[in-house]
T-cell receptor
Framework: EPEVTQTPSHQVTQMGQEVILRCVPISNHLYFYWYRQILGQKVEFLVSFYNNEISEKSEIFDDQFSVERPDGSNFTLKIRSTKLEDSAMYFC????????????FGPGTRLLVL | DQQVKQNSPSLSVQEGRISILNCDYTNSMFDYFLWYKKYPAEGPTFLISISSIKDKNEDGRFTVFLNKSAKHLSLHIVPSQPGDSAVYFCAVAGGTSYGKLTFGQGTILTVHP
């Protein structure tokens, strides 16, 4: 069964460093998302991406964050200058057609900023 | 963000009995509702969904009920099995957002043998 994959599974970084989280969505899916879950809190929407551009972003997704789909398969989330409060599980999700379709989630990347 | 609330942080059920998980939402414009199951250190796994034009959807042991007038969603698991023990999240989509899912806080379900 096709699945969303994410790398790395864990990442430890120093505050102020750049990190890139990678995702390979399900191959025929067209919509892509990043969510995060800070320990003990809700899963929160960060950004949605369709047709090579951002469809929607949350207030969390400030200028330090960016997304791209560089090669037609990978979907990346970059955090330019990490902060302590960026420590969280980051989940990628993909969706075949759009609204009223199921989003399928990857296993997540646990990011720890020291 | 209190648009989606799961008021029970945890639920404990005996194997073979029914598990009922509840979710309330505030925005009547939401039109697609989902339940996800999550194990520690894994991503949410899709369980079942329902659109706003229906009030019930069934898939095996899992049934989702939607009460639009009460803005209430529930998931019934019958019969419950120990392998069902996990965190269950409701999620909603629609309104002014296209595709974005808004999640509840989650309910920890424990099914005892």
């Amino acid at each position: 069964e096709p699945e969303v994959t994410q790398t790395p599974s864990h990442q430890v970084t120093q505050m102020g460093q750049e990190v890139i989280l990678r995702c390979v969505p399900i191959s025929n899916h067209l919509y892509f998302y990043w969510y995060r879950q800070i320990l003990g809190q809700k899963v929160e929407f960060l950004v949605s991406f369709y047709n090579n551009e951002i469809s929607e972003k949350s207030e969390i997704f400030d200028d330090q964050f960016s997304v791209e789909r560089p090669d037609g398969s990978n979907f990346t989330l970059k955090i330019r200058s990490t902060k302590l409060e960026d420590s969280a599980m980051y989940f990628c999700a993909s969706q075949e057609l759009g609204i009223q379709e199921t989003q399928y989630f990857g296993p997540g990347t646990r990011l720890l900023v020291l | 963000d209190q648009q989606v609330k799961q008021n029970s942080p945890s639920l404990s059920v005996q194997e073979g009995r029914i598990s009922i998980l509840n979710c309330d939402y505030t925005n009547s414009m939401f039109d697609y509702f989902l339940w996800y199951k999550k194990y520690p250190a894994e991503g949410p796994t899709f369980l079942i969904s329902i659109s706003s034009i229906k009030d019930k959807n069934e898939d095996g042991r899992f049934t989702v009920f939607l009460n639009k007038s009460a803005k209430h969603l529930s998931l019934h698991i019958v019969p419950s099995q120990p392998g069902d023990s996990a965190v269950y999240f409701c999620a909603v989509a629609g309104g002014t957002s296209y595709g974005k899912l808004t999640f509840g806080q989650g309910t920890i379900l424990t099914v005892h043998p």
